[in-house]
Every structure is written in structure tokens, then in C-alpha cells.
């Protein structure tokens, strides 16, 4: 494997992040309490910084399905009786609980991630708000009015909870995609099981940890281990009503067709590769500040980063050195070396190998790196900030998710092809535009085939507005009452009044 010559250097941090009392208890969470933690299969948690090993955590089997299924099961009914005011209060609860205890998943969460303190901060602060929108936005829900809609018959609509729902989660952001199930499912009135990814898997079990009290027993469950034993499992269960997955598109796939036997409703926010569209109008040096974060951010392990530049050609060598130096400029380093760092390790050994292999792939293909370009050495999963220029079109490195912190350049020369081939994708969660023109931003927004388009951003997201993909990203929403929608049914109620 190549290392780059003109190599960042990683800043160390000389003390730990966490010590064992942070650690959650040993065990998947069900009914109110940790148990089944003795099993003798466990998996190991690792600090992608370090490669130390942070903790172990029990590996899941149909059995611990099945007693979190049960004990779902069996809350589901009074939970989805509650007034909405009482359930209102139990999020408002837990958003103050984490608020409270913020602290100690920033360093979980970075520990066990490798991403940047600033950026752990970031998904704590989103996760609290993502609690208190549901908190509120469940006592705020409408639908269409009651009333006669055929002659003598009154119409009344009744939104319902689902029942139990299965969540899945990734390993980039453990706590906040947790969130962004657990929130408005519950908020819903729904009873949830979730299974963390196996490699991230602390911060979840801390949340419940922390929250255990606040809810009733069975309402959250968490239970750990292979996507292919429990997350298959919470799929296949005839009595999950529901399965909501945020992962791979591979995995994506795995769960439709999982879920097909029992029918069960799917929600899935999967990949992307989002285009980046810069006409000659934007400012250059703007536009290329602004995309070190929203590539780089995270380590660029986020599924709508800025990771796919298209530059007009008359702009291409300015628009290139902007970004070269920004991304030179990035500082790279263990989660608590300092809070300006922006770069950490990726998340695993296996994932290191499968970014540097497309970095070594595209250096075969002719591909130039103007910036970073290699693996970074010594301990730790560290990659070097990469600008990929020269890149042809179809080109490997531009169509395939990466997933790390790489960006690649390609050009285009009229708006018509920049639209044809930002949309050349089977992917469609984000996209942004940048551009100086009002009708150019709008007209090009409009065309561009994804979930979320920025004009002149990218990655700021809110709670009030919704989050979710098209085509190959996947379908359902997360965020925003949108997703209180998808975790709710409705019913129709008719009456019929006739003397
Ligand atoms: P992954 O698909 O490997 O794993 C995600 C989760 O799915 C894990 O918990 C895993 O155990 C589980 N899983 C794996 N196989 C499964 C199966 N057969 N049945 C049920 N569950 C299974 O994804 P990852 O590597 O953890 O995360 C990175 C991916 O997630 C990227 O593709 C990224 O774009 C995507 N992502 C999307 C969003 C979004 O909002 N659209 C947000 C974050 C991440």
C-alpha cells in the first residue's frame, strides 16, 4: 500500500477519551434492564485511532430477538394509549437526560468512531433537538378534516401507531441516526427494538443506560450483533409491523427482501454520492471553503458529503487551487487532540482497506490526486485528505461511494451536461448547486434528481425539514413531520348518521 508523499501529519492526543466507568453495562437492553450479557460470544470494540480495544459487547442471537420482540410486544399497548401531552413529556424527559449527559457520550461516541470531538458534539446537540422537535411535533399533528364526504356518512380520520417497529443503524453516526429512528417512533407511539451496528454499538446502549428510568419497560430495546443474524431477524419477525434501516444500499436490499414474506412496512435512508454542481458564476473561493467541511466533515463517512464536485471547465484550474489549499489546510488527528481537528481516522481496519484500495485503483485508472492521495502511517485508520482531479467520466472513484475523505473533480461545459451527468447515478439522496445566477440555481435544483438540494450549501440540515433519498438512496423520510407520517398509520372511522 501506498503511503503519500506530501503527507499530513496525524496530531496525537496523550490521554485517553474514556476510562471503563463511561462503558455501558454488558448486555442488550430489554424490558428496563441489561441481561443476557454472558454470552460467550462477544465481538470486539475498537478505537479506530489506537486500534486498542474499547470493549466487548455480546453477539446477538435469534433468542435475544425473540425476548426483545416479546417485550415489545407486550408494551406496545398501553405506550400507544398514552395522550399524546404523556408521551410529549417522556421525549422532553429524555432530551433533557442526554442534555445532562452530554458529556460523557461525546467521548463514547468519539472513542468509539474516531470522528472529531467538535463533530461528536455536533450529533449530541442534534440528537437533543431531534427528542424536543418530536417531543412537540406529536402534539401538533393534523390530517384532513372530519366531515360528510359521502351523503349522511361522517368521516373521521384516526392516525394510529404501527405497533412494534425494528430499526438498524450504521457506524457514522451511532447516536444521531438512533435518534432519528428512536424519536419520532416513539413519539408515534410506537415500541421499538433497535440493533446498533456491530462496531459502534456503546453509544446506543448508553442512551439507554441513561434514559432506563424514563420509560416504560419494553417501550426501547436494544439488542447487539450481526446485520445478517439480529437485523435479518427484526426483519423477518412476524410481529415486528415495521423494520427502518439506515446502511448500505446492499443491506437496503437485504431487508426489502426480507421484509416481503410478512409484508411489514420498510423505511430505508441508504447511500449516496452526492453531485456538487459549480458554475463559472459562484464564487470560487466561497464555494471551496465551504466544501472542505461539507466533503471532509465526519472524515467524509456521511452519506450526503459534498464527495462528487462537477466544475464548469472555465473554472477548473482556479475552482482546483481553492480547494487544494483548503484541503491542505485540513487538520488531522485523533478525536481529542484538539478541537480543531476535522479529519479523524475511518472507522475500521476493513474500511481503511476498502477506501485506500479505491484510492490505489484510481491511481492505476490515470487519476490525479492534487491533494493527499494515500494512507497515512502509524497506528490507527488514518487517511489523507484527497482531491482527486483528472477524473474521467464513469471513472470508478466518481461513481462508487468511497465513504471516507476523498472528493473527485470532473468537468463539465454546459448546464445541460452538468445536469445529465450529476443525475447519472442510481443514487439519489443530495445534491447541491452554486452558482451567483437566481434562475440558474432554481432551474438546475429543480432538475437534479435527489432527496435534498442545496443552493449555494451543502450538509446543513434542521429537524423541521425532511432527510431521505430517491432512486437507489432508498425511500421514507426521516426528520420532520414526514416522519412522524411514516411511523403512523391512518385509519378511517365512517359513520353512518342517516335518520
Ligand atoms: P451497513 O449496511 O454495512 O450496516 C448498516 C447496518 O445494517 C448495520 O447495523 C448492519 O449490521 C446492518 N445490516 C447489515 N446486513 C444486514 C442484513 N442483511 N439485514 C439487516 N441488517 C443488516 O452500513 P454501514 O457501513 O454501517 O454504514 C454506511 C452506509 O450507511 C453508507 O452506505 C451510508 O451512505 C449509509 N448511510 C445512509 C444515511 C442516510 O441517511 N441515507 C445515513 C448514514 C449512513
Known amino acids: ?111 468509539n468512531t474516531g470522528k ?24 401538533a399533528t393534523t390530517s384532513m378534516a372530519a366531515g360528510n364526504y359521502a351523503e349522511d356518512h361522517l368521516s373521521l380520520i384516526l392516525r394510529e401507531p404501527l405497533g412494534v417497529v425494528g430499526v438498524v443503524t450504521p457506524w457514522n453516526y451511532p447516536l444521531l441516526m438512533a435518534a432519528w429512528k428512536l424519536a419520532p417512533i416513539l413519539a408515534a407511539g410506537n415500541t421499538v427494538v433497535i440493533k446498533p451496528s456491530e462496531q459502534t454499538p456503546l453509544s446506543t446502549l448508553k442512551l439507554a443506560e441513561l434514559i432506563a428510568d424514563l420509560i416504560p419497560a419494553g417501550v426501547l430495546n436494544v439488542v447487539t450483533g450481526l446485520g445478517p443474524v439480529v437485523g435479518a431477524g427484526l426483519t423477518a419477525h412476524p410481529d415486528v409491523d415495521m423494520i427502518a434501516l439506515t446502511g448500505s444500499v446492499n443491506s437496503g436490499k437485504a431487508v426489502a427482501r426480507g421484509a416481503a414474506e410478512s409484508l411489514k412496512r420498510v423505511h430505508l435512508e441508504l447511500g449516496g454520492k452526492a453531485p456538487v454542481v459549480v458554475f ?31 466544475v464548469q471547465e472555465s473554472v477548473a484550474e482556479e475552482f482546483i487551487g481553492h480547494l487544494t489549499r483548503e484541503v491542505e489546510a485540513i ?42 492521495g494515500a494512507v497515512l502511517e502509524g497506528s490507527g485508520y488514518f487517511v489523507a485528505p484527497t482531491v482527486l482531479v483528472d477524473v474521467p467520466e464513469g471513472a470508478e472513484c466518481a461513481r ?49 434528481d435527489a432527496g435534498t438540494v442545496w443552493v449555494n450549501a451543502h450538509l446543513v440540515l434542521a429537524n423541521e425539514v425532511p432527510w431521505g433519498g430517491f432512486k437507489g438512496s432508498g425511500y421514507g423520510r426521516d426528520l420532520s413531520i414526514y416522519a412522524l407520517d411514516d411511523y403512523s398509520r391512518t385509519k378511517h372511522v365512517m359513520h353512518n348518521h342517516a335518520r
Open 116 to 139: 472529531p470531538i467538535s463533530a461528536a458534539r455536533d450529533d449530541v446537540d442534534g440528537t437533543v433537538d431531534t427528542f424536543r422537535f418530536m417531543a412537540g411535533a406529536l402534539r
Open 280 to 310: 463559472e458564476d459562484a464564487d470560487l473561493a466561497e464555494t471551496a471553503a465551504a466544501l472542505r467541511v461539507a466533503s471532509f466533515y465526519n472524515t467524509g463517512q456521511e452519506c450526503g458529503a459534498a464527495c462528487r464536485i462537477l
Open 1 to 111: 500500500m501506498t503511503t503519500t508523499q506530501n503527507r499530513p501529519t496525524v496530531r496525537r492526543s496523550e490521554t485517553s477519551l474514556i476510562t471503563a466507568a463511561d462503558l455501558p453495562p454488558h448486555g442488550h437492553f430489554v424490558n428496563g434492564t441489561f441481561q443476557g450479557g454472558q454470552e460467550a460470544e462477544a465481538f470486539d470494540i475498537v478505537d479506530p485511532a489506537t486500534e486498542a480495544l474499547i470493549a466487548r459487547v455480546p453477539n446477538g442471537a435469534a433468542a435475544d430477538v425473540e425476548n426483545a420482540v416479546q417485550a415489545a410486544l407486550a408494551a406496545k399497548a398501553a405506550w400507544g394509549r398514552l395522550l399524546p401531552k404523556a408521551r410529549s413529556e417522556v421525549l422532553h424527559a429524555i432530551a433533557d437526560r442526554i442534555a445532562e449527559n452530554a458529556e460523557v457520550l461525546v467521548r463514547l461516541e468519539a472513542a
Open 400 to 448: 462508487e461511494e468511497i465513504f471516507g475523505p476523498v472528493v473527485t473533480v470532473e468537468t463539465f461545459a454546459t448546464e445541460e451536461e452538468a445536469v445529465r451527468r450529476a443525475n447519472d447515478t442510481r443514487l439519489g439522496l443530495a445534491a447541491s448547486v452554486w452558482t451567483e445566477s437566481g434562475r440558474r440555481g432554481h432551474d438546475v435544483a429543480a432538475r437534479l
Open 331 to 372: 487538520v488531522v488527528g485523533d478525536p481529542g487532540a484538539g478541537e480543531d481537528v476535522e479529519v479523524g481516522p475511518v472507522v475500521s481496519k476493513a474500511h481503511f482497506d476498502r477506501v485506500a484500495g479505491f484510492l490505489e485503483r484510481a491511481a492505476a485508472d490515470g487519476v490525479r490526486a492534487a491533494a493527499g
